[in-house]
């Protein structure tokens, strides 16, 4: 079988991880097998060998044979995320690019998910270690991004409702309140890359809230070091991707899922296809 080397653009965890899964749909389509280079990436750790692709994932391929193997590269980056039929962040509406839409059907991501994209055994175990501890009873995922998404057309579609700090914290909150009036003892599992937007959570609901241990920051976007608002401050760069990983997979064992417009979104209605949920941009 062929092998073809798909290099992953300096982006966040799950634009990236949602295009090695989009990726995978083409290579089973193509009949060959992928190479993933995720050298450029933006949580590569200076005190840690190899690609970062493998601090977090087992191998796709695991026992691939390079020997003797000619290895052509891939599409990647913006022409694949806007391909037609994207099977899990699609954007083509009319022959146009247009804003981040959900999955149109969350099975066919599912299958590649749990065929190919397994963790690294010590953050499965992060993430088990979580459940066990803090998920006992009715959960309600949350998922907020702070003021500094501007990907995905998210910017033009909040602009269409009432926002503190550029966050349309009521229109989430009325779909969790519907939730907790359903299910007045649920807790709720909060994630957001803002400070701001979790003390705006805890305002709001107290100790109904758990969140996991996080890097965050008051603007977000804490993986784009070339942002202005992120020149001059340093993060662990490893820790940045395991923690959205984690809550990534922790939202995706809630049993209900309020959420807007966003790669981690797509993938967690990917990885559980029965999670019900409210997309709150769509109503």
């Known amino acids: 079988m062929d092998v073809r080397g798909l290099i ?6 799950f634009s990236n991880v949602n295009e090695v899964v989009q ?3 083409l290579a089973e389509q193509g009949n060959y097998q992928l190479v993933i280079d995720w050298s450029d990436s933006c949580y590569r ?3 840690r060998d190899g690609n970062p692709w493998c601090y977090y994932f087992l191998d796709c391929f695991p026992g691939l044979n390079l020997k003797g193997q000619t290895i052509q590269a891939v ?3 913006v022409p694949v995320a806007c391909a037609k039929n994207n099977i899990i962040t699609p954007r083509e509406i009319d022959g146009n690019c247009s804003p981040l839409l959900l999955p149109a059907d969350r099975t066919i991501p599912n299958k590649y998910i749990d065929k190919y994209i397994h963790l690294q055994p010590h953050v499965k ?8 501890n803090h998920f006992s009873q ?7 991004r702070g003021a500094g998404r501007t990907d ?3 910017p033009g579609i909040r602009e269409q409702y009432q926002l503190k700090n550029g966050i349309p914290f009521d229109l989430y909150f009325k779909y969790v309140d519907e939730q907790l009036q359903r299910q007045p003892d649920s807790k709720i599992f909060a994630c957001s890359d803002s400070d701001f937007v979790i003390s705006e959570i805890e305002n709001k609901y107290g100790n109904k809230l758990i969140t996991y241990n996080a890097i965050r920051s008051e603007f977000g976007e804490m993986h784009d070091h070339n942002h202005p608002k992120n020149v001059g401050k340093t993060y662990d760069n490893y820790k940045l991707g395991e923690d959205v990983l984690v809550e990534a997979y922790l939202l995706a064992q809630t049993d209900y899922f309020v959420h807007g417009n966003s790669n981690i979104v797509n993938f967690v209605l990917s990885k559980n296809v029965n999670l019900e949920s409210m997309y709150v941009y769509g109503t």
């Open 8 to 13: 992953l653009r300096d982006a966040g965890m």
């Open 23 to 25: 990726q995978l749909y």
């Open 45 to 47: 750790d200076k005190d």
């Open 75 to 77: 599409p990647y980056g």
């Open 125 to 132: 175990k992060l993430i088990d270690d979580f459940i066990q």
């Open 138 to 144: 009715h959960m309600i995922g949350l998922h907020i």
């Open 152 to 154: 995905g057309g998210v």
